[in-house]
């Protein structure tokens, strides 16, 4: 990033390349909570690695160390998302509009809107010019793309026992070096480690990562600003699995509710034994590695 420009303030395909990797970021906790209500541990610690490579190369695009421990980008859970909508007091005459979360006793800014096709999106980010580049990404990108910013029941986040989950390296190895948001994230984690740049040498292979940021793929025209009918009805992802938890889809509360579900399962074959507790959860054994911090949200 040309050191021309103060933090933030940078051109139009800078600050398109940001709502990449925001994307990215959003993609990768969506990933993170179905893995969790599916019991994937595998494909939770994958989204979780990604997320991780999403707040690097955040970081690093925007010259903000503290980024990659900062507040992460993520898609608007419904209340804040109507709370949001509220604040706007009946001005939204467009897809996406931007405003200030402070009403809401919240440092950061919010993304509201609405896809045809996708229905209610929003995002909760840290700082107005990344909300402001977000909301262009989403009046303009396909609609496809920009699923993981679809409204959720819940506040997405990472829970504690994603410790040890940072793999900048097999992120990347995963990427797509056809897809411009991976593109993105790619282009932006230049310039972290050795490894990591040997990694994005490999995988992109033959791809101008600097052309590509500089030349963005065709967006498409706004689409009419008017609902669909039955647009408000339109599908939520996750959401009838997450009505079927009792308590929030963390990472921290699933894995406990998960306990105590296989617990249950066991004394009702065995025909629940009077006077016999159920085995307690172990704590986590997860624990930091040197060096790492643990995403927060």
């Given amino acids: 990033m040309s050191t021309d420009y103060p ?23 969506v990933r993170h909570r179905r893995a969790a209500v599916a019991r994937d541990r595998p494909g939770r610690r994958r989204a979780a690695r990604d997320v991780h490579a999403g707040r690097a190369a955040l970081a690093n695009a925007t010259g903000d160390p503290s980024a990659a421990a900062g507040p992460l980008p993520r898609p608007l859970d419904a209340d804040t998302y109507r709370a949001a909508r509220g604040l706007l007091a009946g001005q939204m005459e467009r897809e996406a509009m931007v405003v200030a979360l402070s009403s809401l006793g919240r440092d950061s800014w919010a993304v509201v809107g609405f896809v045809p096709g996708l229905g209610p999106v929003g995002a909760e980010l840290p700082n107005h010019d990344l909300a402001g580049a977000l909301r262009e990404h989403i009046l303009t990108r396909p609609a496809r793309e920009l699923d993981g910013w ?6 997405l986040r990472l829970g504690q026992d994603r410790w040890g989950t ?3 390296a097999a992120a990347v190895a995963d990427l797509d070096p056809r897809r411009a948001q991976h593109q993105a994230v790619a282009r932006n984690l230049r310039g972290v480690a050795s490894v990591v740049d040997g990694a994005i040498t490999e995988r992109f292979a033959g791809v101008d990562l600097d052309a590509a940021s500089a030349s963005p793929a065709r967006t498409p025209q706004r689409a009419a600003s008017s609902p669909t009918p039955g647009g408000e009805a339109t599908r939520q992802p996750f959401r009838a699995a997450s009505r079927a938890l009792a308590v929030e889809a963390d990472d921290d509360a699933l894995e406990l509710l998960n306990q105590q579900n296989e617990a249950s399962g066991a004394r009702a074959a065995l025909g629940d034994v009077p006077g016999r507790s159920p085995r307690p959860a ?16």
């Avoid at 940078?10 to 906790?29: K, N, R, S």
């Avoid at 679809?150 to 506040?155: F, L």
């Avoid at 172990?282 to 949200?297: D, F, M, N, W």
């Fill in 150 to 155: 679809s409204v959720t029941d819940r506040p």
């Fill in 166 to 168: 940072a793999d900048e």
């Fill in 7 to 29: 933090l933030l303030a940078v051109p139009g395909y800078e600050l398109y390349q940001l709502a990449h990797v925001a994307t990215f970021i959003a993609d990768g906790l």
């Fill in 282 to 297: 172990q704590p986590s054994s997860h624990r930091p590695v040197p060096g790492r911090g643990a995403i927060r949200p």
